[in-house]
């Protein structure tokens, strides 16, 4: 018998993918609209600029009175422009950017997020960014994997109907080759621990620093010099669940 899955893995491709990803972000929201607010606002960089549900306010001051409570809630836009393959087109973006700015002029917050399986060359990120902030209109560039990363935030050790529907996803996109890591080295700093990090091939920091997954290679930097290159094979989180220190290793394979 096939597994059931959360997401469908049948259809055309880029749009399939698309659906998916906004279903994935739909049981985030069912569970708790604060947790897509945090997932939106880390992707995005800009804080708390992006307000997911309602405000509640109480004894507000309006023109000409004091209502006991205000319920409200922020108008806002999230646009996607998803690429499985090759990168965005500028043109196709212009014209997002136009076809936004024309519709939603009135509207408080209006963004523009490009979903891709590499990181968008800076240079092109910088002018399509210029000509988005022209048109008040906020344009962030991620990757499948900073999605990913991010969801994996929001999800509590205790939440185990999340982490299934995240792992999920996990598996979708990387059955479908979309967790695509990039050709980079990462210089790592050793002084100390040196012998215990060529000793063991182990290098470790603190668990709350940006994953280095994205790197092909690794390198133990001592001297003012790269003494050694490695290639990683796994990551592994641990972590103290309580107070009877009870330790967790979340493993996570190169390329997961």
Not at 10 to 34: G, K
Not at 82 to 89: A, D, P, R, V
Not at 193 to 213: Q, V
């Amino acid at each position: 018998m096939s597994k059931v899955n959360y997401f469908q893995r049948y259809s055309a491709r880029e749009n399939h993918i698309t659906n998916n990803s906004l279903l994935m972000l739909r049981h985030v929201y069912n569970i708790s609209p604060l947790k897509l607010n945090n997932v939106l606002s880390e992707l995005s960089d800009i804080g708390d600029k992006i307000s997911i549900g309602p405000l509640f306010e109480q004894q507000k001051r309006e023109s000409a009175s004091i209502p006991d409570a205000h319920i409200c809630q922020n108008q806002f836009n999230i646009f996607i422009e998803t690429k499985t393959g090759g990168e965005l087109e500028k043109i196709q973006l212009n014209n997002h950017i136009k076809s936004i700015a024309d519709n939603y002029k009135g509207w408080k917050n209006n963004i523009l997020f490009g979903l891709t399986t590499q990181p968008m060359q800076q240079d092109f990120k910088d002018v399509i960014t210029k000509i988005a902030k022209e048109n008040r209109i906020i344009f962030i560039s991620i990757t499948f994997r900073q999605l990913l990363k991010s969801l994996r935030n929001v999800c509590e050790v205790y939440e185990n109907n999340l982490e299934e529907i995240i792992n999920d996803y996990r598996d979708f996109l990387k059955e479908e080759g979309l967790l695509q890591t990039s050709n980079y080295l990462t210089a790592f700093p050793v002084g100390d621990t040196y012998k215990e990090n060529l000793e063991y091939k182990l290098y470790f920091e603190p668990a709350d620093r940006n994953s280095k997954c994205q790197s092909n290679y690794i390198g133990f930097y001592r001297n003012k010099q790269i003494e050694y290159i490695f290639e990683p094979s796994t990551v592994v989180i641990g972590t103290y669940l309580f107070d009877d220190e009870i330790f967790n290793l979340e493993s996570e394979e190169k390329g997961i």
